[in-house]
């Protein structure tokens, strides 16, 4: 008899969640985590706390910005640092112990410490070693770096060490213009640093809706975030007090130095499977390292499975729950079923930017017959009682049956407003379907229906 049926390996969003889902199907489960609190990178230094620091600094902005302009008059908030990071930490706490407490509630075991798999059924933690009938390993990924940058998460910092910087800097630079880049650099924007982004490609979020990419980029210009593009970075220098950052602009190939009091290194992640010991059991791996997968999330070794950051997709925290819960259904013989068509992605700065399906750019390169119906937050009551009239909802869908095939959305609220549409797209909603639903007023969820109006014969208000 194995010691469990399912023993999953690490302890963030992907994991916890499947190893939850196992144990409600029945299964004895086991959860191995090595750090002192459950919820990952994710809900220890992701995520969660970065939120945190966007709603205390958003806060700041609209007092210094709006508040006055409402008739609520007295001096600015002065930012206490200390009290904010410990804000934080109690936001991450409360998190965190919650997971603890699903654990007990779902009797789901956690095995503290380390874990390794010296042969297939076998998971070594510290000097114990359990059985399973199945492993499945979550163990996310970690922040990759770039030749001549070396991190020390105190001057150089990874997302990680900026979450917990000793003082706000003077001047940031930040290295890479992504999510993390942009929601991190706000931050501390708000706060009164003196942000640089410095940026390889000529558009920020790469990947994104070439419109959303233009609009968010001058948007957060007007915020105070200074952007280089089109800069490859040479490398990092430290002395006791400042940092010298090296790039060279691709169109000219010139040198150019910025100083820096801090530099955060937000050049994307990379699957973090170092000490599992896969090269031995001859899993199979990428080049890029992530874990090769079936449709059934399982590895080429029988019983062993892979989910989240450690694999193929979009390094997103709710596509390793959606594939720890499939998981879960596949381990205990049933079918479980993750749609990679329709994962939403959200960026949280002010405004927030999401997207989910296919951009224009995918659309035309697929040669696909479509329509767009698009419509301004300026057009849109509450959004301009609330001064968040920056941004757009645009939808996509094809020109022929009307079928949602994707949107982007740059506004307030954007994180919330696009599983609106995400539901309409499970169901292979048309346009039409969400122009003819009653949307509440005033809301800003009246600016999607006003999109979905613009695919037909026209929005209301524009």
Not at 309 to 324: Q, S, T, V
Not at 347 to 357: A, C, F, K, L, R
Request: proline share 3%; net charge negative.
């Amino acid at each position: 008899m194995s010691d469990y049926d399912v023993i999953i390996i690490g302890g963030g969003p992907g994991g916890y969640v499947c190893a939850i889902r196992c144990a409600q199907l029945g299964l004895k489960t086991a959860c191995v985590e090595g750090r002192d609190a459950l919820g990952g990178t994710c809900l220890n230094v992701g995520c969660i706390p970065s939120k945190a620091l966007l709603h205390a600094s958003h806060q700041l902005h609209e007092a210094e910005h709006n508040f006055a302009k409402m008739g609520l008059k007295g001096k600015s908030p002065s930012v206490d640092w200390t009290q904010m990071l410990a804000y934080k930490d109690e936001v991450i706490e409360g998190n965190t112990k919650g997971i603890e407490f699903l654990f007990k509630k779902n009797k789901v075991d956690w095995l503290k410490g380390w874990g390794s798999i010296p042969e297939a059924g076998k998971v070594k933690v510290g000097e114990d070693v359990h059985t399973a009938k199945n492993i499945i390993i979550a163990t996310g990924s970690e922040a990759s770096s770039l030749p001549g940058v070396e991190v020390d998460e105190k001057m150089v910092v990874t997302s990680t060490g900026a979450l917990a910087l000793g003082k706000i800097p003077k001047k940031l630079v930040v290295i890479g213009a992504g999510v993390i880049g942009l929601e991190l650099g706000s931050v501390y924007a708000r706060l009164g640093a003196e942000v640089t982004v410095v940026e390889f490609l000529d558009a920020i979020t790469p990947g994104m809706d070439a419109e959303v990419q233009k609009t968010f980029q001058r948007i957060l210009t007007k915020q105070g975030l200074n952007f280089v593009m089109g800069a490859a970075v040479q490398g990092v220098e430290t002395s006791k007090t400042k940092a010298k950052v090296t790039y060279k602009l691709r169109k000219d190939d010139s040198e150019h130095v910025i100083d820096a009091d801090t530099v955060l290194v937000a050049t994307g992640r990379r699957p973090f499977t170092v000490g599992l010991g896969l090269e031995a059991l001859g899993v199979e791996m990428s080049e890029r390292g992530q874990i090769k997968t079936g449709k059934d999330w399982q590895t080429n070794v029988k019983g062993i499975y892979a989910i989240g950051d450690a694999i193929a997709g979009p390094m997103l925290a709710h596509k390793a729950e959606d594939e720890g819960m499939a998981a879960a259904e596949q381990v205990a013989g049933k079918h479980g079923h993750v749609n990679y068509g329709i994962i939403p992605g959200v960026i949280y700065t002010h405004p927030e930017v999401s997207n989910v399906g296919a951009t224009e750019q995918e659309l035309k390169e697929a040669g696909r017959n479509y329509k767009v119906g698009k419509f301004s937050f300026m057009g849109n009551g509450r959004a301009k009682a609330n001064f968040a009239g920056d941004g757009f909802v645009k939808i996509l869908a094809d020109k022929d049956t009307d079928r949602i095939l994707g949107a982007h959305i740059i506004g307030p609220a954007a994180g919330e407003l696009i599983h609106e549409i995400c539901v309409a797209m499970e169901f292979g909603a048309s346009a039409e379907d969400l122009a003819m639903t009653c949307h509440a007023h005033p809301t800003y969820s009246e600016a999607v229906r006003e999109a979905a109006l613009a695919c037909g014969d026209g929005a209301i208000h524009a």
